[in-house]
Nanobody
């Protein structure tokens, strides 16, 4: 069982930055692929970024490439999402999720553990 707690969301103007953190419980954090999903009102939940168990492989959704950076610290059981040059279309609830598989996948159903979500609002 893994419990995930996100923090760092908030309201920011377009062009600004936010850093999200996701703290995980348990001693097996390093055995999970970690992802950040987001869900805007009326839209499906989508994978934004993901990182492999050791941190050597990452995935970025097209619209966030060059603006968002995912990283993890397995010693601290924490995954981070640095978001720069934020745009109004980045507004959504952001969820941290853990996948026990080996490979990064974009399918939400493959992620067994989820945080409660943190709101990110970007004003124009």
């Amino acid at each position: 069982q893994v419990q995930l707690v996100e923090s760092g969301g908030g309201l920011v103007q377009a062009g600004g930055s936010l850093r999200l953190s996701c703290a995980a419980s348990g001693r097996t954090f390093g055995s999970y692929v970690m992802g950040w999903f987001r869900q805007a009102p009326g839209k499906e939940r989508e994978l934004v970024v993901a990182i492999s168990r050791g941190g050597g492989t990452t995935y970025y959704r097209g619209p966030v490439k060059g603006r968002f950076t995912i990283s993890r610290d397995n010693a601290k059981n924490t995954v981070y999402l640095q978001m720069n040059s934020l745009k109004p279309e980045d507004t959504a609830i952001y969820y941290c999720a853990a996948n026990a598989g080996v490979l990064i996948t974009t399918t939400p159903d493959r992620y067994a553990y989820w945080g409660q979500g943190t709101q990110v609002t970007v004003s124009s």
